[in-house]
């Protein structure tokens, strides 16, 4: 098996070796594991890029320009949402 040799800060090969000792794992099946999981995890989608982003966006504003009641925007969606 191939070696590598990474830096990391200490702080974070300390939160390793303690997470290993509960695991009861070594350094380097903990950091096999660890980008086992990091490589199988969804693409992380930013919410501008959503499905539906745009829509929510512009209902956002559109409250927020009629709002004469100085309620954050969100609130006036939900409650105009929950009472269709």
Known sequence: MPKILINIPDDLLEMVDRKSRE?????????????????????????????GFAELEARMIRAARTNITSEPAEVLIRRGRDNH
């Open 23 to 51: 695991e009861h794992l070594n350094r380097s099946e903990a950091t096999r594991q660890a980008l086992l999981q990091w490589l199988r995890a969804p693409k992380y989608i930013p919410p501008k890029d959503r499905p």
